[in-house]
């Protein structure tokens, strides 16, 4: 199979909203940390994708058991659908590493991925295997363990059911089998032997009664393998149950429509052993690993001290821990275990600020800059207690000139405003794994650093060095950007480093039904100015631009030059390139910034060059208007908008018969079915406007919570069936059909070049008077004929289709424009 894929280019409990103000430990979560201070073991869960995690035993082992709890996600979840908006492919890959950070942050958990790819469904390890470089998967999971340390690995999934779920599911099984053992020799993966060779105890499977086909199997499974850990722990200095953290955790994967409702009482999970050293009948996961201070060298002393802050911890005053937490710090420093020295020196330099309630922050005055830009840096730090302290330096990245010394009063506010230069060398704020063009299974990250984290560091920041009784103690904050906004308050966004101008294009794929000359809008947006330069475009062979270049000046920050260019296509069929660059002086830019801004996520930039694609097929089209009934998201719209339909864009509240009456075709987004509950008040009148003579056209949905079962004229069930080879053999069983012949004449051509799948959720069960169109198959299956499904119903034509145009138009597959015009005018085609 092959899958196309382009690409240009701390731990807490609570938070508000990604937003909020920085979170402000109470004095019930700092004694929650002392504990996990006084707690040395590690627990690595891995599985494919976000949202496969098991957010129950993850937020039970690092709050219950105050592990250090690590969630290694091999992908981003590229591959998924998205409910919240039209970001596909690595877009929403970037959407979903972003939910699954929010994720780790609700139930304490740490986030690891891979550099493997979700190029889509997959339906046996083989498979995806020969996608992935299999081989630099498993030396990234190699990298997390040594990095990580895990005393205890525990997987989503079985290695030893290829075909029964998601290949990537049972691939990352497989991997981790094989990592459990590399990891711990010192001559596998050349390249990681700055890491040293580290060997966990134990791995298991995290089973449940679903990998045992129904609960009524799994009670009667011999369970002598098993362990059975109750999970259904309430924490009262949270107010909260073990699994309604798990279910905040789960319901931060809203692209996904994953919102879960918190439940309490009793929870077990089970563990099933797979490798490593027994447990001789022990349910605890730690059995035999020390998990106190007494596995490092000197530690036994700072156990004990760190528990006598425990017993004496004053809810009412934190601040009377600090004194012996400083005696920790400077105990901690001195031991030579290196991991748990950088990691338990973290955790109590922050607990001794949540003591004092030590403030510290760097806000820039500007939400972004580009490299040259003088940027102001309004510094604060207060302490909110009677512990003397005293600031002693700011040092900042990019360099500035720092405060000198100065005692930090209680509760007196001190703010510093510092002057830094943005380095020429500084990156452009954005994905890592996005600035390589990376390969269908696998991202390129040319940074081997990077490998393994969640996002890229933010490179400006600030060190507050603070002297709290006697030791110097360095706080890091990033410097960030906040405003207030008169509905939500005080709002804290990402401070980024952008490019001089940015070039944002009208359109990514510009099509042409004719020889008709189209306008192109180009906008160059001044993100640093004043910017003066030339813009200019140019294509392949045979297409026109007019004009080729053309002189631009921008003098307001954020502002726009707006140009139109004339494209002219040749006479025949063609598909080419526009590019666009902006010459300033010597430096020639050509990215366009997508910004992605959701409520639970935190803003995010990617860059892709400034290109589209021009494409003039072969094709006929008709003069249909279209109404759109959008469903969980999709681009198909503005695609059909390209093609030169009139398309518009109708609620389900504006669904009547004299409205459908102003329209030919109505097509259902994807599984509207799924997501738009007044549906199932309007299906009267949308069949009728087919029994009128309309064509309705239906993309897939799937097979649960169907908002209306009988969204069809005629008996229409679907199923999971789906065609996962984008590249498959597809037959016509009807050649003659009109979906084929008119107003195109279709050909196994026109499904060269598909990407990611052929289609999903077909229906394996139709009435008669559906006709089936092709046919296609996966490798070693049966083939599925429901990929389009037709039919009269009055004098109109009612369409069921699983095929993926979703993803074909926006990548501008020439074929499924062809097709996708076909079933539009099916209605037609009875009297062409």
Known sequence: ????????????????????????????????????????GSVLYIAAHPDDEN??????????????????????????????????????????????????????????????????????????LAIWNKDEVLQDIVKVIREFRPDVIINRFDARTPGSTHGHHTSSAILSLEAFDLAGKESSFPQLM???????????????????????????????????????????????????????????????????????????????FLKGEKSNGSTDLFYGIDTSWNRVAGGKAIGELIEKIEKQYDYSHPEKSVTDLVKAYNMISAIKDEYWKTIKLSEVKEI??????????????????????????????????????????????PASEGPTPAPLDANTDKSIDLKLTIPADFSFTQPYWLVKQGTVGMYKVDDASLIGKPES????????????????????????????????????????IVPQVTISLSDRNMFFSSNEPRTFHVKVVGEKVPAKGKLMLSAGKDWKISP???????????????????????PSASESTLDCVAIIGN???????????????????????????????????????????????????????QMGYAVTLIAPEEISAPRLKQFNVVITGIRAYNTIKELALHQAELLDFVNNGGT????????????????????????????????????????????????????????????????????????????????????????????????????????????SFFRELPEGVTGAYRLMANLISASNSKNP
């Open 1 to 40: 199979m092959h899958k196309h894929f382009y690409i240009p280019v701390f731990l807490l409990l609570f938070v508000v909203s990604v937003q909020s103000q920085p979170a402000k430990p109470n004095s019930a979560e700092i004694h929650s940390r002392i504990q996990k201070l006084n707690f040395l």
């Open 55 to 128: 957010t129950r035993l993850i937020t039970w082992l690092a709050n219950d058991k105050k592990a250090r709890t690590a969630y290694l996600s091999l992908t981003r979840g590229d591959g998924g659908q998205n409910l919240i908006g039209p970001q596909l492919r690595e877009l929403l890959g970037v959407i979903r590493t972003q939910e699954l950070l929010e994720a780790r942050k609700i139930d304490g958990g740490i986030q690891y991925f891979s550099r493997a790819n979700d190029f889509g469904y997959s339906k046996n390890p083989d498979e995806t």
């Open 194 to 272: 700055k890491l040293p060779a580290w060997q966990p105890k134990r791995l298991y499977m995290n089973t449940s009664w679903w990998f045992y086909g129904s609960k009524e199997k799994f009670d009667k499974a011999d369970k002598t393998n098993l362990i059975k850990i109750s999970t259904g722990t309430f924490y009262p200095e949270f107010g909260k149950s073990n699994q309604e953290i798990a279910a905040l955790s789960r319901s931060s994967h809203k692209s996904q429509g994953f919102g879960s409702s918190g439940v309490r009482g009793q929870d077990e999970e089970y563990l099933e």
């Open 352 to 397: 001794i600020a949540a003591c004092t309630g030590l403030f510290l922050e760097a806000v820039s005055m500007t939400g972004q800059a580009s490299p040259g830009d003088l940027v102001t840096v309004k510094a604060e730090a207060i302490n909110r207690s009677s512990v003397p302290m005293q600031l002693k330096s700011i040092t900042t990245t």
């Open 457 to 496: 560091p933010r490179q400006a920041k600030a060190v507050f060095t603070v002297d709290i009784l006697g030791t110097s103690l360095d706080f890091e904050r990033q410097i960030v950007y906040k405003f207030n906004d008169d509905v939500k308050g005080e709002v804290y966004t990402p401070f980024d």
């Open 548 to 570: 080729s270049a053309i002189d631009f000046s921008i003098d307001k920050k954020d502002g726009i030059a707006d140009f139109s260019f004339t494209v002219t296509p040749p």
């Open 587 to 641: 430096d020639t830019l050509r990215a366009d910034k997508i910004t992605i801004d959701y409520p639970h996520i935190k803003r995010q930039l990617v860059f892709k060059e400034s290109k589209a694609r021009l494409i003039k097929p072969e094709i006929v089209i008709g003069n249909q208007k279209i109404a759109y009934i959008m469903g969980a998201g999709d681009e198909v719209p503005d695609c059909l908008r």
């Open 696 to 803: 309705m056209i239906v993309q897939y949905n799937t097979l649960d919570d169907l908002v209306a079962p009988d969204m069809s004229p005629y008996k229409l069930k679907l199923s999971r069936d789906r065609v996962t080879r984008e590249d498959c053999e597809v037959k016509f069983i009807d050649p003659k059909n009109p979906i084929l012949n008119y107003p195109n004449k279709i050909t196994e051509k026109d499904f060269n070049g598909w990407v990611q799948e052929r289609g999903l959720y077909f229906p394996n069960e139709w009435d008669s008077a559906f006709k089936p169109v092709i046919s296609m198959k996966d490798t070693g299956e049966s083939a599925k004929e429901s990929s389009i499904l037709v039919a009269s119903y009055g004098k109109g034509t009612y369409i069921y289709t699983g095929l």
